[in-house]
């Protein structure tokens, strides 16, 4: 579990054989994802066709450990059954009307697998949902900069001790992972240095490349 | 244990058989003086004769591989292309004695006792099947007979210095324990194994099969008692040399039949596990696995594998691809109109491959010599996912088990919804949001599209660096088709970018919503050269008053939200 998502959840934390729902945003749902990718879990990921798997990488998650079944179609409860019995963590869309016995069903199901369904949205009956009430992108000016780190309203909502909402407030890209991957293309490949008047730049002398490695 | 004499076997056995592959598949140059090397993991896995001379050796890092030898070819492995061109050699095999099974690509093995009546002596036997293979698919190979399948592998491999390199090797009836003693323990081809009799002092075969058997067994278990009886020149023993009981076959009907070799794979994939699950169900293991394929036309295929009770159910089903991949393109190549087919073939004798307007109706996996299974025993000092416990979340299954029990959730639905409906993703080079990535069907290579393969297979993994890519962080939301947007100044005038790279006039509302900070245009001209596939955009990342923000493109005059960072 990243630290700024731990923070943000109850002391407990989320335990094997729960369901969470996640809503309002993909990059927090990523967040959650990355710490039990990065100590060696599986993901798979149903019915999100639209998930960035670049920023998922980005975020943490292992991708190699990471499956995507983009559009389960009218199998969607099967897809998720057979996945809860081999995969640690299966985060699911779930469709627009989900029985509530069926729900039922597969977190009973998830429960006794012992791997965690997050849900991407509303789930009843929901140990925990984490919910994203706003986002502020930071980075960008009027026509310069690029986005850089978005700041997270995240909300959660648990049940039994956990039932107190807990409110706070996560950045994305964390600050100890930050996002280093410059495009070339907007990098200038050599500078004109224009002279400025009576300052003569000094010209030094470079040592003779070195053949390394 | 009664202690019966080993079958007597001629090895066929094709040096740096990978390279040779690779040559046939045309991935280098046939030119036998430049040096080449394969790689996997970044070791040496295999070189050629040239590469040898200049003292690559196996194992060796590509660093220290290239320091030594600056022009060596450095090329990836490949073990479908192993398997697929070592088919014509079996075929070969096969036109001259019966029952070849197959051990690895690159080995192969018959029984000596029938051919040898047949062609007056286990040497014209070797010589004759040489020749064979040099005739039909112009491949050097090497012969070793000897009592025992690993005597005659090593009477292959390492004729000695004083033999005639073309000359088969033929050790003597009876003569494979003494032939065998002063062999290194590395021979026995269990590296664990070997690394722990060095360190004990047993340095040779001889030193091993000296040892009591009751020892050995207790302190290597039923594998390390196998080994023995390999050191002593005998076979690892089979409980029944019977017909297996018909349960005990996994079969699966293919019904269009196949032509594709994924099609097929897929299924075997399937299949591999059944039959591993029929056997291990019963406590049993086999020492060779018999693939036996019927084509739409009633032909019937089949092909000897060797699997010394000790393949996973991928590594039967990776058997099973490989031999499906070398019949079905052996039929590609072979290619024969329809109507001439029945002289061509007869001249040929390629009578195991198929033709190419035929496909594989049925497959069947058969065990052939059953062992009691010994299973794969955890180590008792590998250690198993230690560390502390940071969260309670932490903690999972970081062993093999976990991998295939996901892999077994995954091909099942695949089953479920097809094969192309689990998908993997593998980082790649492209400037678009969903480029950096591309997705592959699960259990396929993972192999990046848009990267060129030599430069994939000299840094796998890692994450090519493309110029004019959108810069990280990466939009959470992409969408797989593009949506359709207004974008209005402040005064509700579309707005435009001009042949400049410029706007012209600033951003200021998106589909009504207010645009609160926006940059941009990245102008990218992809593919100019080809103008069916020529592409000129600009793209722009705004933030609106909601403080989400989208990643925009705008392509001759319309513009189209690519993405959400969400």
Known sequence: MLPEVARLLPPTGVRRGSTIAVTGSTSLLL??????????????????????????AEAGVVIDRLALVPSPGRQWAETVAALVDGVDVVVARPPARLAAGLARRLAARVRDRGCVLVSAGSWDGAELTVSATGAQWHGVESGYGRLRSCRLDVRVVGRGSAARPRQGEMWLPAYDRPAVDLPIAQVPSSVELAPVAGTPIPVTELPPLEAVG | MSERAAVRRLAVWCPDWPVTAAILAGAVSADTSIPVALFAANRVLACSAAARAVGIRRDLRRREAQSRCPELVVVGHDPDRDARFFEPVVVAVESSAP??????????AVAARGPSRYY???????????????????????????????????AAQ???SSHPVDEPVVVPAGGSAAFLAGRPVGALNRPDLADLLRRLGIRTLSDFAALPA???????????????????????QPIAAR????????????????????AAAFAAKALAADFHDRLTGRGLGCLRLGIVAHTSRGEELTRLWRHEGALSAKAVADRVRWQLDGWLTDAARVGTPPGQETGHRGDTGLDESIDSTDGIADLALVPDQLVPYAGAQLSLWTATSGGAAIGPMTGWHTDEEADERADRALTRVQGLLGPDAVLTAVPDGGRGPGEAVSLVPWGDPRVPARIPPRTAADRPGATPHWAGRIPAPSPATVFTRPELATITDAHGRTVGVTGRATVTAPPAYLDGQQIVAWTGPWPIDERWWDPAAARRRARFQVVTADGFARLLAVEGGRWWIEAVYD
Do not use: K, M, N
């Not at chain 2, 286990?122 to 007979?145: E, K, N, P, S, Y």
């Not at chain 2, 009751?214 to 690892?236: E, K, Q, S």
């Open chain 2, 214 to 236: 009751y020892d050995v067994a207790g302190r290597f278990g039923a594998d390390g008692a196998d080994a023995r009886r390999l050191a002593r020149g005998l076979d690892i």
């Open chain 2, 243 to 262: 017909e297996p009981s018909p349960d005990l076959i996994a079969r699966t009907v293919f019904d269009p039949p196949v032509l594709r070799v994924d």
């Open chain 2, 158 to 160: 390492h004729p000695g």
């Open chain 2, 99 to 108: 029952g070849v099974e197959v051990v690895r690509p690159g080995l192969a």
């Open chain 1, 31 to 56: 967040a959650l994802l990355a710490g039990p990718s990065a100590a060696g879990a599986w993901c798979a990921v149903v019915g999100v066709p639209t998930l960035g798997a670049a920023a998922a």
């Open chain 2, 120 to 154: 007056g002596g286990d040497a014209a036997t070797a010589r004759q099947l040489a020749g064979g293979i040099a005739c039909a698919a112009g491949i050097f190979a090497r012969v070793g007979v000897a009592d025992g399948l690993l005597a005659a592998t090593l």
